[in-house]
């Protein structure tokens, strides 16, 4: 005879040491957001826009003042934001709005490997789309992310860069 207890494999897994709950994958602070803000670009799909950065490595650097400490509590890996401000509607309509996007993010939050901050904006259309599409287009801004993430860009102060050396500069042959 059983005790009446449901079968909790599923909650063996998230309780697993180096698994990360959907609490660890959230971007919870206002200096966070800003700071998403101030690094990247508006980056726009179909139904949102979105914004990304890489955070700063596991070491801080402490010849920048602007650096943020890091904090005990942050494990690496990716965070993602939401936002759904008073134009998207009522409560009710803003509450669905997260939760809809909180259930795409859950699952494509695999697509996302860097330490990299993620800020989705969702326009007032995710309220209508069908999940499928919705969630087909968080994956596809996932994928986007990661592979920008991994293109290697020059840096400007690299001396085989001339290209950004020499922007703004006209040699004194040039002028006229």
Known sequence: ????????????????????????????????????????????????TYFYSLRAAAVQNTDDPASEPLRSGDRGGPRVGLTAGRVMGKAVDRNRIKRRMREAVRRNLGRLAADVDVVLHPRRSVLTIEFSKLDQEVARIFSLVQAAINQPRPSAYSPNNTAIQMKGRRSREARP
């Open 1 to 48: 005879m059983t005790c009446g207890l449901r079968d909790n494999t599923g909650m063996a897994d998230a309780l697993k040491p180096g698994t990360r709950s959907s609490r660890d994958a959230r971007l919870r602070k206002h200096a966070d957001y800003q700071r998403v803000y101030r690094e990247s670009r508006k980056q726009f799909s179909a139904s949102m």
